[in-house]
């Protein structure tokens, strides 16, 4: 039941981010274009979706891979998997608030957006090489 709870809370925390977004004249006080509270929200739950992410498809590779997890190159596919999924939802997300009353697309929040995957994707990579001590597979194509 653990693995059905993953997926529980990824599709929960991806219609949060929906809602969150749809919220019209949502205005946070903006100091700075590059570093503010806004930028940083969205690097945060960009960076919590990817994990979030990451979390349901191993739950799926666990359920439908009996070698799990013997084969460590599932992490590759992942990592490729939110490295573009990272620039679709980001684009998607500012297209989609371009629709919403007061709101507006910004390429700095795609930026930022894209970042937190991308951090993402480093600490995670960062995680198994120095912290686990496991063998993580090369980013590049075999």
Same mark, same amino acid.
Request: proline share 7%; charged share 15%; glycine share 2%.
């Given at each position: 039941?653990?693995? @059905? &709870?993953?997926?529980?809370? +990824?599709?929960? /925390? *991806? ?8 919220? %019209?004249?949502? *205005?946070?006080?903006? =100091? *700075? =274009? #590059?570093?503010?509270?806004?930028? #940083?929200? @969205? ?5 919590v979706?990817? +994990? ?7 739950s799926?590779?666990?359920n @439908?891979n009996?070698? /799990? %997890?013997?084969?460590?190159? /599932?992490?590759? !596919?992942? /990592?490729?998997?939110?490295?573009? #999924? ?9 297209? @989609?608030?371009? #629709?919403? =009353?007061?709101?507006?697309?910004? &390429? +700095?929040?795609?930026?930022? !957006?894209?970042?937190?995957?991308h ?6 990579i960062?995680?198994?090489? +120095? ?6 597979? *090369?980013?590049?194509?075999?």
């Amino acid at each position: 039941m653990k693995n @059905h &709870w993953n997926t529980i809370i +990824f599709i929960f /925390y *991806s219609i949060l981010v929906l809602t969150v977004s749809s919220i %019209p004249k949502l *205005s946070v006080p903006v =100091p *700075s =274009p #590059l570093i503010s509270p806004d930028k #940083l929200a @969205h690097f945060g739950q960009y960076f919590v979706f990817a +994990f979030l992410y990451y979390k349901f498809r191993i739950s799926v590779i666990k359920n @439908h891979n009996p070698n /799990y %997890p013997a084969n460590n190159s /599932y992490r590759k !596919d992942i /990592y490729l998997e939110i490295f573009f #999924l990272s620039f679709l939802i980001a684009i998607f997300d500012e297209l @989609h608030q371009r #629709l919403i =009353p007061g709101r507006e697309f910004c &390429w +700095f929040d795609v930026l930022s !957006d894209i970042l937190g995957f991308h951090f993402f994707i480093f600490v995670s990579i960062s995680y198994f090489k +120095f912290i686990k001590k496991s063998p993580t597979p *090369s980013l590049q194509k075999d």
